[in-house]
């Protein structure tokens, strides 16, 4: 008797599905590949993007012939870029920051995978569309309108919205953005006090979105930080990262308890961060460096690189022939540092991180502020020049500089009066903001404004002003006006 006897049905049905797999499967092996190759993955899809992201990835399923991929990209409105691979990953790395306020295509088709030649077969990648935007164009400022003097002011220019942070009860003196733009970071004094150095530390948030998927806060929400009790909070910085606070403070009984204090900027719900003192030399004016860890400071007839630590004794660096760092580039290779001469004029100098001493410009006016344009290698100045030596009258003027042939371009000459400009350099690179304050004439106590400049001027209005940019070297620079915006407000910033 043989074994066909003893097979059971169960037995007979797995023994024929398994032929019929079998059959598919030559099958399939003789016709070859046919399923088509695909984007498995966008970094970007759906989500808001800032200048600071600047590269994004597609991943697929096969092997891809890269030059038909590359062929075959399109980004409408378009980015420039450069493709790289790793594998079955593409990267496309940006040249120059995504302008604000766009919604941005990715599409691929007719790219066709590594073996479809050696196959001689006409397949093509399935069709892709992925989408992402970048933030909208965001400016603040403080207010100086009767309905929100004092208040600090975001306005969305993309949407058109207005949002006071502020409550009417605090006058905002100076202030500095979180980098995802959900928080802002400022010293503020009651608006009853008009003593300049009564300022406590608080962060207000914008109730914007840095990330798709979150959930924002609500916008106005106030967290006092760091009080005035025992020590007179002066100036302030915020790293680049957004986690670390520098404050240079004064004890109100020691005028010589003077320096730098350094603190964590995020914690845990219901943590209260604590102050630490940065043992070094007194310093004046400082700056996080882009790293984020470490703070240069003007010290005695140099400028030092101070480790944010306790213990701050050694700096890292001093550079004995500059006294003060005006700005960083994003990647912390190149500063712009002023060198102030005998003759009381003032140079500003390009220092690399390799050691190179470039001079951009000298000047017998100051030099008031300067920042790097992310987008090209131009350093934007607010500068002045002194037009009477009897009264010291300085008339301020922008100009941006070519750091790489040190080609000098002025964009805007400002009247005599304004002394107190400010300017922001827009994330994108794209605009220029600044302010012209109209400062109070003859206050006295009952009408003094409760506004006051840095120097402690009452302020009676100001208007804020955007300047569109173009390259350098673009010829049509220079007939390019600035547009003053329907708004009140000095102190202008741009949010990240």
Not at 172 to 197: C, H, T, W, Y
Not at 330 to 352: C, E, H, I, P, W
Not at 429 to 443: A, E, I, K, S
Request: charge should be neutral; charged fraction near 20%; aromatic fraction near 8%.
């Amino acid at each position: 008797m043989t074994n066909k006897a003893f097979l059971q049905p169960l037995d007979r049905v797995a023994i024929a599905s398994m032929l019929i797999l079998s059959l598919l499967i030559g099958f399939l092996i003789l016709q070859g590949d046919v399923v088509a190759s695909r984007v498995r993955d966008f970094s970007w899809q759906n989500q808001q993007i800032g200048a600071d992201d600047s590269s994004f990835t597609l991943t697929f399923s096969r092997p891809m012939d890269t030059k038909s991929v590359e062929d075959n990209l399109k980004i409408e409105p378009p980015l420039a870029g450069k493709v790289s691979w790793a594998g079955r990953r593409l990267v496309y790395t940006l040249i120059t920051p995504p302008p604000y306020g766009t919604n941005y295509k990715v599409q691929l088709q007719g790219a066709k995978d590594k073996f479809a030649e050696q196959e001689q077969s006409n397949r093509v990648i399935q069709p892709f569309t992925g989408q992402f935007r970048t933030r909208d164009r965001v400016i603040l400022y403080i207010g100086a309108e009767s309905q929100d003097q004092g208040q600090l002011v975001l306005y969305n220019l993309t949407q058109e919205q207005k949002q006071v942070l502020t409550p009417k009860d605090l006058v905002v003196m100076d202030f500095k953005p979180f980098p995802n733009g959900e928080k802002i970071l400022l010293s503020a004094r009651a608006a009853n006090n008009q003593d300049l150095l009564s300022a406590q530390i608080y962060t207000v948030t914008t109730g914007i979105l840095a990330e798709s998927g979150t959930v924002a806060e609500p916008a106005g929400k106030i967290d006092l930080i760091v009080d005035n009790k025992d020590y007179q909070n002066l100036k302030f910085d915020l790293s680049p990262d957004g986690e670390t606070i520098v404050i240079q403070r004064g004890n109100r009984n020691n005028p010589s308890d003077f320096g730098l204090w350094f603190m964590s900027a995020t914690t845990k719900p219901g943590e209260k961060p604590i102050p630490q003192r940065l043992q070094s030399q007194p310093g004046g004016d400082f700056m996080i460096t882009p790293d984020s860890k470490a703070v240069a400071v003007a010290q005695g007839q140099g400028a030092a690189i101070l480790p944010l630590q306790k213990d701050a004794s050694k700096p890292l660096d001093f550079l004995p022939q500059f006294g003060l760092v005006q700005a960083f580039s994003q990647d912390g290779s190149q500063a712009a540092m002023v060198k102030f001469n005998t003759d009381y004029t003032r140079d500003l100098f390009l220092v690399t991180n390799q050691g190179t001493q470039k001079p951009l410009l000298k000047t017998t006016g100051s030099i008031l502020s300067c920042q790097f344009d992310t987008a090209s290698p131009t350093l934007y100045c607010l500068l002045t020049q002194l037009v009477s030596k009897e009264q010291y009258i300085e008339q301020p003027y922008l100009v941006a500089i070519d750091v790489k042939t040190g080609q000098q371009r002025p964009l805007l000459v400002l009247p005599v009066e304004q002394r107190n400009v400010q300017m922001s350099l827009s994330p994108d690179g794209l605009g220029l903001l600044f302010d012209q304050v109209v400062p109070q004439v003859n206050p006295n106590v009952k009408t003094a404004s409760p506004l006051k400049t840095d120097d402690g001027e009452a302020i009676a209005t100001s208007s804020l002003w955007l300047m569109p940019l173009l390259p350098i070297s673009d010829t049509a620079l220079s007939t390019i006006k600035p547009e003053k915006l329907p708004f009140v407000g000095f102190h202008p910033r741009w949010l990240p």
